[in-house]
C-alpha cells in the first residue's frame, strides 16, 4: 500500500483512511461526506489526489505519438491548455481515461488515474513509435484541489497569478518553490488543481488550509469526491469504462476525434457497431440504485447501474447505468437485493453549477 | 441498554425489546441517507440481518439480537435518517415482541472497552 506525502497531516485533521488505486486515502474527515461536498458546491474543499500519476513525454516527433497514443486530437492545442482524451487498446477497450498538458511544443505532461500508474506507463512504453521518450514522475509530484465558487480567491491569495481560462494551466512560485496551477478539477465546479515537488506540498497544503478558512472552505475526501463527480456525470475509470468496454459505447465520443487522425483503437471503433450507452437515472421513491444493480425495462434486464449514491445537491439518489442502446426506456427499474426500485431517466449532469 | 458485537443497542421492558444501532456504528457508516426497514408483523431471528442501512458510500446490514415479531418501526427514520447519527440510541429501528434475546450481550462498559475490536 502506498502512501501520499500528506499522510501524516491528513492523518492529524481525522481523516479516515480506505484503501483506493492501490493508496490508503482519506474517504472522509470528522464532518463526513455530506459537509465537505456542501462546502464545496458552496465554498470550497481541499483535497489530496496526490495519488494521481504524472507522466513527461517528450521527444522531436512527440505529437505523433499523442496523436497514435490518444483518441482526442491534439493537433490544434495551444501551449498551457488541456485536454481530456480517452487512451484506446486494439479493441477500442479503455485502457485509461487522463488529462494532456501541453507545456510547450514537443513536451506535455499526462495525468493518469492512480490506479493505473503502472499499467499506463507499461502501454505507453510498449506503443511509442516515434521515439518519445516517458518519464514517470508519480513518485516525487503531489497535487492538491481547491474546488468551488470560491476557490478562485483562495488559490488567488496563495500564489498571486492563477491560469484564467478553465482548462489551461500555468507556473507559478510559491516563495521560490515551482508549482504548476492547472484550472481544471473533478467536482464540476470551477477549481484548481496544483502540482508540486511532494518536499513543497506541506506547505502549499498548509496555506490552502489557512487561506481557506475565512471563505468556509473545509478538507474533503475521496467520499465527497465521489459524489461531486457523479453529480455532474463525470466517468470514473473502472465504473463507467474499462479495458473491455467499447469506447463509443460510454457517452465520450466529443473525445473521440475518429475524422482527424489514426489513432490505437480507432479501426476496433470504426468496425464494431456500438451496443450500449450511457444513461442518467433518478431513483423515483426510496433506496439507493448502486453499482452493479441490474436495470430492467418492464421485465426485461437492459443493463447495470455502473455508479450511483444519494445525490447530496439535490437530495434524491441519481445513477449512471450502462444499458443497451436499443432498449425502451420506458417502465424502468432497478434490483436493489431483490427488491425492485423504479427509476426514470434524467439528464446528465445531473447537477449544474450555478453561474457565478 | 445491552449491546451486540455487531453494534447492535437493545433495551427490554416487560416482554417488548427496541433495537437500534449504537453511535460507534453510526460515526463508522458515516452520514446515513436511508434506511431500509423490515414491515410490522416480520418475523426477526437471532443474528440474521433484518435491515439495512444506508450510508453514502456503502450499504449495511443489521443483525438482529433477539427473536421475535415487529410491532413496530420508526417511521421517522423514513423522512429523516440522519437521526441515527444525530441521536442513535434515540432512534431506535424496532420494537420486537419477544421470543428470545441473544445470549451474551455485552454491559456498556464492556461495549466501549472492545467496540473498536469487533
Known sequence: ?356 | MKFSKTHEWITVEGKTATVGVTDYAAAQMGDIVFVELPDVGAKLTIGKSFANVESVKAVSEIFSPVSGRVTEVNAELSDAPELINKDAFSAYLVRVELDAVEDGLLERDEYEASKESF
Open chain 1, 1 to 356: 500500500m502506498k502512501y501520499t506525502v500528506l499522510y501524516d497531516r491528513l492523518k492529524r485533521l481525522s481523516g479516515k483512511f480506505v484503501e483506493f488505486g492501490g493508496f490508503y486515502m482519506p474517504v472522509q474527515f470528522s464532518d463526513g461526506i455530506l459537509a465537505e461536498h456542501k462546502a464545496v458546491r458552496e465554498s470550497a474543499g481541499i483535497f489530496d489526489v496526490s495519488h494521481m500519476g504524472e507522466f513527461v513525454l517528450e521527444g522531436k516527433d512527440v505529437e505523433k505519438d499523442i496523436a497514435y497514443l490518444f483518441s482526442n486530437d491534439f493537433s490544434d492545442i495551444p501551449d498551457f491548455k488541456v485536454r481530456y482524451t480517452l487512451m484506446l487498446n486494439e479493441r477500442g477497450g479503455v485502457v485509461d481515461d487522463l488529462l494532456v498538458y501541453r507545456a510547450a511544443e514537443k513536451k506535455y505532461y499526462v495525468v493518469v488515474n492512480a490506479s493505473n500508474i503502472d499499467k499506463d506507463r507499461a502501454w505507453i512504453e510498449a506503443h511509442i513509435k516515434f521515439g518519445s521518450r516517458l518519464k514517470d514522475v508519480s513518485e516525487d509530484t503531489a497535487m492538491i484541489a481547491v474546488q468551488g465558487p470560491k476557490a478562485e480567491s483562495i488559490a488567488g491569495e496563495i500564489f498571486g497569478v492563477l491560469p484564467k481560462g478553465f482548462y489551461t494551466f500555468l507556473f507559478a512560485k510559491l516563495g521560490s518553490v515551482p508549482v504548476t496551477i492547472s484550472r481544471t478539477g473533478y467536482t464540476g465546479e470551477d477549481g484548481f488543481e496544483i502540482y508540486s515537488s511532494n518536499a513543497a506540498a506541506g506547505d502549499i497544503f498548509d496555506a490552502a488550509l489557512a487561506a481557506g478558512k475565512k471563505y468556509g472552505a473545509v478538507l474533503a475526501g475521496l467520499g465527497a469526491r465521489d459524489t461531486l463527480r457523479l453529480e455532474s456525470a463525470m466517468p470514473l475509470y473502472g465504473h463507467e469504462m474499462n479495458e473491455d468496454t467499447l469506447a463509443s459505447e460510454i457517452g465520450l465520443d466529443r473525445f473521440i476525434k475518429m475524422q482527424k487522425h489514426d489513432f490505437i483503437g480507432k479501426d476496433a471503433l470504426a468496425s464494431k457497431k456500438p451496443e450500449y450507452t450511457r444513461i442518467g437515472l433518478r431513483v423515483v421513491g426510496k433506496g439507493i440504485a448502486r453499482e452493479n444493480c441490474a436495470v430492467f425495462s418492464g421485465d426485461d434486464e437492459i443493463g447495470r447501474v455502473t455508479s450511483g449514491t444519494m445525490s447530496p445537491s439535490l437530495g434524491y439518489p441519481i445513477a449512471m447505468a450502462r444499458v443497451k442502446n436499443d432498449a425502451r426506456l420506458i417502465n424502468l427499474s432497478v434490483d436493489v437485493r431483490g427488491r425492485r426500485l423504479a427509476v426514470e431517466t434524467t439528464a446528465m449532469p445531473f447537477y449544474k453549477k450555478t453561474k457565478q
